[in-house]
């Protein structure tokens, strides 16, 4: 049973900083890439950050220099670490674990910015 759980989601004031951890469970984590997305209300589901098996990152260009991805493959583990965050990052994030055919989602976490 494969299973993506993200956490870490928060209410977090402007400038502040979060991580979220998105672990996953029943894949052959190292041959997956992790990718997050963000949704806010009202909105389309946008790809934010992902990192390939082998380390390799792409950063969506309205969160670089704030925003890094990186993975742990020993835990099974991938990051979003978030600074600088703005209150129109405010959205749900979700992670998902992809390998063609395979795609898995998490159920997402909250992240709201505001003071």
């Known amino acids: 049973q494969v299973q993506v759980v993200e956490s870490g989601g928060g209410l977090v004031q402007p400038e502040g900083s979060l991580r979220l951890s998105c672990a996953a469970s029943?894949?052959?984590?190292?041959?997956?890439?992790m990718e997050w997305y963000r949704q806010a209300p009202g909105k389309e589901r946008d790809l934010v950050a992902r990192?390939?098996?082998?380390?390799?990152?792409d950063i969506a260009q309205f969160v670089k220099g704030r925003f890094t991805i990186s993975r742990d493959d020993a835990k099974n583990t991938a990051y979003l670490q978030m600074d600088s965050l703005k209150p129109e990052d405010t959205a749900v994030y979700y992670c998902r674990a992809a390998a063609h055919p395979n795609y898995y989602w998490g159920q997402g976490t909250q992240v709201t910015v505001s003071s």
């Open positions: 990192i390939n098996p082998i380390g390799l990152t």
């Open positions: 029943g894949i052959t984590f190292i041959v997956y890439t």
